[in-house]
């Protein structure tokens, strides 16, 4: 079997220790500060740490984010086929961005350019740490024998089966991007309300339920993932989180102790999904039955 490259963009979040082993390339996106500054983000947080970013939401700077244009896809992605690489691209769900449109138009040009390479771009559907699990698990499909095609197509008819349970500290940043309205906003954060939310099969975000203060909404993740997780000895799960590592490190204990999985990694949201948000934003990932319990 020919190997092949997989390759994602910065919304993976997922940790760059993974990304090497795999040797997986990863596209930086751009993020624009309302202070005036701007950087191109990438998984390594190499131009701008973490908790620096939110810091800088919690004082009050906004950030905005654009997405990978067709023209920055041909930049990126030439040189890995003038190199002689297939090419297996993990994109952004086209639920939140048009970043995979954007991507097909270019893999469109390039096929045209290298005629005798493979390029194939996969619609994840997932988001945040959600993309970079399933982006894991194309490049265990390639460790485990699966030729590029095989391996696009068992990711095309299986990404609904990864589950993404997420919470948030408060819903000031939502607002901020448009997801909700004023007056649910304040009522929330007045009353301690906590949007349990996910990744729904159309690749938006979409709300389950609410509870009422941060502690519950934590527990909360873990009964939903029970309620969908299949096969928990076989995996690995994930959580990612903001700028509130504390919390996840006790949800990986918690999650540990009633869970029979193989192991929790605790990965970081860059700033691209993080600045809509917000610094306590906590997600909960694994493979199952579906989306929705």
């Not at 009353?191 to 502690?215: C, F, H, Q, W």
Request: aromatic fraction near 10%.
């Amino acid at each position: 079997m020919k190997e092949y490259l997989i390759v994602t963009d910065a919304t993976c979040d997922m940790n760059q220790d993974i990304l090497e082993h795999y040797h997986m390339p990863v596209i930086p996106m751009n993020v624009v500060m309302t202070d005036g500054r701007s950087f191109q983000h990438y998984p390594d947080f190499r131009n701008f740490s973490a908790h620096d970013f939110y810091q800088a939401l919690e004082n009050g700077a906004f950030a905005s984010t654009s997405q990978i244009t067709p023209a920055e896809y041909l930049d990126f992605f030439r040189p890995l086929l003038a190199d002689g690489n297939d090419i297996l691209y993990i994109c952004f769900t086209s639920g939140m961005s048009n970043t995979y449109n954007n991507a097909v138009m270019a893999a469109d040009d390039l096929r045209q350019e290298f005629p005798d390479r493979k390029f194939v771009v996969i619609d994840s559907l997932c988001a945040c740490g959600g993309e970079g699990v399933f982006a894991v698990k194309a490049a265990e499909n390639r460790e485990a024998g699966m030729s590029l095609e095989e391996n696009a197509a068992w990711l095309t008819e299986n990404r609904l089966k990864l589950a993404h349970y997420f919470t948030v500290g408060n819903l000031t940043y939502l607002y901020r991007g448009g997801r909700v309205n004023a007056a649910t906003c304040k009522i929330s954060n007045v009353l301690d309300i906590k949007p349990m939310l996910y990744v729904g099969n159309t690749g938006a975000i979409e709300m389950l339920s609410v509870v009422r203060g941060r502690k519950a909404s934590l527990r909360k993740l873990i009964s939903l993932t029970e309620q969908t997780i299949r096969n928990p000895e076989d995996q690995i799960l994930y959580i990612s989180c903001t700028d509130c590592m504390d919390e996840a490190k006790q949800l990986r204990r918690d999650v540990l102790a009633k869970i029979p999985c193989r192991d929790v990694i605790i990965t970081t949201v860059g700033p691209v999904v993080g600045t809509h948000t917000g610094p306590s934003h906590m997600c909960l990932f694994s493979w199952g039955t579906g989306r929705r319990p």
